[in-house]
């Protein structure tokens, strides 16, 4: 379905990763090239998504919001389509930590923004996609946005944590995602079934803690450089 993506390039997210990679002159296994490649890639992919989508005609779309199915949500901003996004780090505010921590060199996320901006053939698909879809579709940054802001974060936002184990979000963040119009469900304990919690138990040795202090250890652990 997606032939403007995958015509003449590997068939697997990877490959077709790799591909546009290597036509851009960019490191293949970078973070910061999937960030300066996510609006290329919006770009290739949402044609195809967007005649699947009319073809099944879907009530609602749920969707994962980072970078591997990104282009959903803005597939159903084009169509009107109700969407919930399905977000499985911990919080709103989990991107300003965990969006650095995958890429291979030290940079903040404010400093990944500014190379993502600046990148040419970034600039010119973001300009071509709000030429088409309406100025301030998308933004030249995508997920490097610098205070930590997911763009596909629209409307409701299932968090497959707990309220109380969830990052710190600065409340400049919160703002942002209320403009947006993100609305946080944490769902963390509907996830729970007959046995989950004993094998949690035991796995991560904290049946006995409450929820701040648990939150407190985990904390203090990332400080000290543990993962």
Known sequence: EQTELYCGRATCPEGVLGSLAEEHGLDQASMLTMLRLA???????????LRLLHRL????????????????S??????????????????????????????????????????????PANQAATA?????????????????LPDGML??????????????????????????YAKQGAEFFFVGPVLEHEGTAALRNISTGIQDLQGEECRNRVWAAREAGKR
């Open 39 to 49: 609006n290329v890639i919006l770009e290739l992919e949402l044609p195809g998504l």
């Open 57 to 72: 005609l879907p009530d609602v779309l749920v969707f994962d919001p980072l970078l591997s199915t990104r282009s959903a």
């Open 74 to 119: 803005f597939a159903a901003r084009a169509l009107g389509l109700p969407s919930v996004a399905l977000l499985t780090i911990a919080g709103p505010g989990a991107w300003l930590t965990h969006g650095p921590t995958l890429l291979k060199k030290p940079l903040t996320l404010a400093e990944a923004s500014t190379l993502v901006e600046t990148f």
């Open 128 to 144: 071509r996609l709000n030429r088409e879809f309406g100025e301030g579709f998308v933004e030249a940054a995508g997920q490097a």
């Open 151 to 176: 763009d596909t974060l629209r409307g409701r936002v299932l968090v497959t944590t707990l309220e109380q184990w969830q990052d710190p979000c600065p409340p400049k963040l919160k703002e942002s």
